[in-house]
């Protein structure tokens, strides 16, 4: 699965996007699943409630969205467009 | 991207480069239902809230969904009122003071559809395109942060 970081969050874990196998089956457990794996994503989502998120490009208001067979996540802070 | 959906075209791009304000009006003027048509033109500002002048104003985007989230922004207004036409180009990049970032055209046949849809389309591309902006100072930068107010707006609509 690809997963995408945008403004701070990109900053905060190093990288724009990163391929990984994950086990998780909804975006609650990819983000405890990612947070396990090292201190970094610990630091970028510490405030979860400033973090928005969108499967496959659409932004989802609930963290328990399935991803099973999802192409990529992305995590960012609230928009500023225009 | 280009969508024609009832009668009204909808056309979205994402750019690195300036527009060309009075070349899209003109291209929406040659259409002979048009009545009324708004534009709106966002610029850069030195909001002057550090004491340094602002160098830069750096635009980032999710290249794909950007273009998604900002045609089903307009597919909405265009839901809700009668309008032929709807243009935005959105810059990303690096920006100066004064410079282009974002145009919304719209266009209907009598002018309460062109006013109502271009504040709707602007008051949702600033809380659901998936756009950043940092302003890059001389000695610091930092990331603009969303208004709760920008929020609120959404929910009168």
Not at chain 2, 27 to 45: A, E, H, L, M, T
Not at chain 2, 80 to 95: A, T, Y
Not at chain 2, 117 to 137: C, G, N, Q, T, V
């Amino acid at each position: 699965m690809k997963i995408l970081y945008f403004s701070w969050l990109r900053e905060k874990i190093g990288v724009p996007f990163e391929e990984l196998e994950v086990q998780s089956e909804n975006v609650n457990d990819l983000i405890k699943e990612l947070i396990r794996t090292d201190q970094k994503y610990a630091l970028a989502f510490e405030d979860i409630k400033s973090i928005r998120v969108a499967v496959d490009q659409k932004l989802i208001q609930n963290l328990n969205v399935s991803i099973k067979n999802v192409k990529e996540v992305a995590f960012f802070p609230p928009m500023t467009g225009g | 991207m280009n969508k024609k959906i009832n009668n009204c075209l909808i056309s979205v791009n994402i750019q690195k480069d300036d527009f060309d304000v009075n070349a899209e009006i003109q291209s929406i003027r040659s259409r002979k239902i048009i009545g009324g048509i708004i534009n709106f033109i966002g610029v850069v500002r030195d909001t002057q809230k550090e004491k340094e002048e602002l160098v830069s104003l750096e635009l980032e985007h999710y290249p794909g969904m950007t273009e998604k989230a900002i045609m089903s922004i307009c597919r909405d207004a265009q839901k809700r009122w009668e309008i032929n036409f709807v243009r935005v180009i959105h810059r990303v990049g690096n920006l100066k003071t004064g410079d282009n970032i974002v145009l919304v055209i719209t266009a209907s046949a009598h002018r309460k559809e062109s006013f109502k849809s271009a504040e709707f389309i602007m008051d949702f591309l600033k809380s659901r395109a998936p756009i950043w902006k940092k302003e890059h100072y001389k000695t610091h930068s930092s990331w603009v942060q969303s208004k709760e107010a920008d929020e609120l707006l959404l929910k009168d609509w």
